[in-house]
């Protein structure tokens, strides 16, 4: 069966800071290795990973890890990298200042109706806990198409659980063998 497979990059990668702390780098995260097994014998036919770009200005370090890390995924076939808005808000009273990720959820529900509504595949793998998709699963559940949910504990939705059609929560066990 044609599978797609969508990607909340902010969740994904704090789902794992939870885990692991900062022992283990997403760099040294077997992404090709993990999808492969998600879709299982089914073909992969497009992969969505969104996120944003971090403030440059803000650390350095960080900015230049991810940017590795994007091109690193940029070399997986059929991944299609969706760089968000990254909002800087200021907290009221002091002189710090806190980011906010904009339209990731926006632009994956769009890309799953589109894609269901398009028939570009059988079965959505929605890598998220964000209950804010059940309608977008609704919507590619009537075109007939099969989603799956795969999220942490710390970040799911039982609301997008009982509406998807499957669900799996990653753990360590699961995780480690992913993992350079």
Known sequence: MRTSIFID???FYHGL?????????????????????????????EIFYYNAELD??????????????????????????????????KIKGTNKYYYVLKE?????AIDM??????????IAILISGDGDFVPAVKAVQRKDKIVKNIYFKKSSSRNLKEHCDKSLELTKEI???FFK
Do not use: P, T
């Open 9 to 11: 990059g902010n969740n």
């Open 17 to 45: 800071r939870h885990i692991y702390g900062k022992d283990k780098s997403l760099k040294r995260f077997n992404f090709q290795k993990f999808l492969n097994s998600l879709a299982k014998s089914n073909e992969i036919q």
């Open 56 to 89: 440059k200005s803000h650390n350095l370090k960080k900015y230049k890890s991810q940017k590795q890390f994007f091109d690193n995924l940029s070399k997986i076939l059929n991944l299609k990298l969706i760089l968000c808005k990254l909002l800087k808000r």
């Open 104 to 108: 990731d959820d926006i632009h994956m």
């Open 113 to 122: 109706v589109e894609g269901a509504c398009d028939d570009r595949f059988d």
């Open 175 to 177: 995780l480690d063998k």
